[in-house]
């Protein structure tokens, strides 16, 4: 079992700058595979990035490449989301997920274990 709290998230203006946090609980962490997710009430969760369990592969929506970058401290327990160059279209409930492979994946289900979200905030 693998518990996710997330952090970091608030209101920003557009062109700036947030770092979300996730923390996990357990002994397990290095060989979770974790991605980032988000949803805007009334649409579907949609994928944003994800990392492999090493940390040597990471990917990334379209939508996102460029500005945000995903990234892991395996002795931390702990993934985070920088996220620059922010716009109003990002602003959503932000969720860290935990795969049970080593490979990560762009499918939500894919991951087993999911935190409550974060709520990220973009005014124009």
């Known amino acids: 079992q693998v518990q996710l709290v997330e952090s970091g998230g608030g209101l920003v203006q557009a062109g700036g700058s947030l770092r979300l946090s996730c923390a996990a609980s357990g002994r397990t962490f290095s060989s979770h595979a974790m991605g980032w997710f988000r949803q805007v009430p009334g649409k579907e969760r949609e994928f944003v990035t994800a990392?492999?369990?090493?940390?040597?592969?990471?990917y990334y929506a379209d939508s996102v490449k460029g500005r945000f970058t995903i990234s892991r401290d395996n002795a931390k327990n702990t993934v985070y989301l920088q996220m620059n160059s922010l716009k109003p279209e990002d602003t959503a409930v932000y969720f860290c997920?935990?795969?049970?492979?080593?490979?990560?994946?762009?499918?939500?289900?894919?991951?087993?274990?999911w935190g409550q979200g974060t709520q990220v905030t973009v005014s124009s």
């Open positions: 990392i492999s369990s090493s940390g040597r592969n990471t």
């Open positions: 997920a935990a795969k049970t492979s080593y490979y990560s994946s762009s499918d939500e289900r894919a991951y087993a274990y």
